[in-house]
């Protein structure tokens, strides 16, 4: 024990100056876990290399809907608190969610208590979280969920509750991982450029030198405006799985509008970022709430699956509407975005007409295409070529994404598309078909029939 004891102090020693760990028996667990947690840290490297996130998570957030809103005592349903993050986690496990891939369940702000304990460790408010975050965390797990928690690099976080500075990183990334915690979103509030740059890399060690795998979310970018010089995407998808680089969402058509708008003018620097393990976030679905109609709660869904965004809704599950659901629920949509690939889409076609095509590529030699209208007047009648999108010469299966209808197109064929204002139309292009003719006589005419390839001859009649 003695030999132990000298090591950590050694160890703790090589910490920050200001890592303040009382050395007394009633610590001795965390000593161990210091011990181990300051020997990986000590020869990790600044990669992630975790593993997580090879597709873009999906869960549900409090933050959009539920805010900072504390009031358990007149708002015991939708305060920030235990029984709200069991609600989502009965709603994502019973409602078919799970299933589908919303698997994670994050608390956002407000969830700690004003102080730390005696052992400097944060902890979640008493009366709000009376069962701990451990417990939180393994109800979630006895579900088939994972936890997310919130904390902010700064002194404190954005809603007044206690930081996790530099100082600090060690201890909080050791009491998340002993929480069982699956996720770490580390935000930017009350902290300054200098303390980002040392921090946000640190905190990434720390997470991967605890030993349990933490997915970690970066506000880091969306603090330093977004974009090159001042925000290093190499060093990002280095030591982050995700990262915000635009401001917060609200729930308003605007709101989503600005970030469609931000991301697809920097594309050219964003796309190239994202990747398997390492993705652009453009904040919240807010699909479900009160902002956005039926068309637009389509084409937030269809344009986040096009920039292979972290789908994390932020809405009420208990009494969210059937139209919300199918649009978050819908398989196609979700298929796009979860595509193994990981590359994100871009914008082909900006119209006059304000009419816009996207685009993304997927594996199989598949792709989506997204035709969206800026317009606010009525449903335009959009016509093109899948050659004038860049297609090559072949015969595609095309699948509306929101109508279930396929049709088969040539590359070379007109099509007419009907986009309502402020909506999509959404396809999954599948890889070019093998045409073979066959002719055939019947009722004294020639037909003349198109299969997509030998094995699966399904023909379609062209008289």
């Known amino acids: 024990m003695r030999s132990e004891l000298r090591r950590t102090g050694r160890i703790l020693r090589r910490l ?3 890592f303040n760990f009382p050395l007394s028996p009633l ?7 210091v011990l181990v947690f300051a020997s990986a840290l000590s020869v990790a490297t600044l990669a992630l290399d975790n593993g997580l996130m090879r597709t873009p998570p999906m869960g549900w957030l409090a933050w959009e809907r539920f805010r900072c809103d504390i009031d358990c005592e007149h708002d015991p349903k939708n305060c920030i608190s235990e029984n709200l993050f ?19 369940v994050n608390i956002d702000d407000c969830w700690s208590s004003m102080e730390r304990d005696k052992q400097g460790r944060l902890q979640p408010d008493p009366k709000r979280f009376p069962g701990g975050i451990h417990k939180l965390a393994r109800y979630m797990h006895d579900r088939g969920l994972k936890l997310g928690i919130y904390g902010d690099m700064g002194t404190h976080t954005c809603g ?50 605890t030993g349990r795998p933490i997915g970690y979310s970066c506000s880091w970018p969306a603090y330093q405006g977004g974009l090159p010089p001042k925000v290093n995407y190499t060093q990002l998808g280095e030591i982050c799985n995700l990262w915000r680089n635009y401001g917060d969402i609200q729930d308003s058509w605007d709101s989503v509008l600005s970030i469609i708008d931000w991301v697809f003018e920097n594309q050219d620097v964003l796309i190239s970022a994202a990747g398997p393990g390492r993705w652009n976030d453009p904040d919240m679905l807010i699909i479900g709430n009160f902002g956005l109609s039926m068309d637009q709660s389509r084409a937030q869904m269809a344009l986040w699956a096009i920039m292979a965004a972290p789908l994390f809704m932020s809405n009420d599950l208990r009494t969210i509407s059937s139209g919300a659901r199918s649009i978050l629920q819908n398989k196609m949509a979700i298929s796009i975005n979860q595509d193994p690939m990981g590359i994100q889409g871009r914008r082909i076609v900006k119209e006059k007409s304000g009419i816009e095509v996207f685009w993304r590529p997927l594996s199989g030699n598949a792709s989506a295409l997204v035709f969206f209208s800026r317009r606010h007047d009525m449903p335009y009648r959009y016509q093109t070529s899948l050659s004038k999108l860049n297609y090559t010469t072949g015969s595609y299966k095309i699948f509306d994404v929101f109508t279930d209808k396929t049709v088969m197109l040539k590359d070379s064929t007109d099509f007419v598309v009907s986009v309502n204002p402020t909506g999509v139309v959404m396809w999954y292009v599948s890889a070019p078909a093998k045409l073979n003719l066959r002719h055939f006589y019947k009722g004294g005419k020639l037909h003349h029939h198109t299969y997509d390839d030998e094995e699966n001859a399904i023909p379609r009649v062209f008289l």
């Open 16 to 18: 920050p100056s200001s």
């Open 27 to 33: 610590n001795l667990r965390m000593h161990s876990a």
């Open 86 to 104: 069991i609600d989502m986690a009965d709603r994502l496990s019973e409602d078919g969610w799970r299933e589908l891939g919303y698997v994670y």
């Open 160 to 209: 007044g509750y206690p930081g996790t500075p530099v100082d600090k990183i060690i201890i909080d990334a050791l009491t998340f991982a002993e929480w069982e915690v699956d996720m770490f979103k580390y935000d930017g509030c009350y902290s300054n450029a200098t303390e980002q740059e040392q921090g946000y890399p640190l905190m990434s060690k720390a997470l991967n030198a």
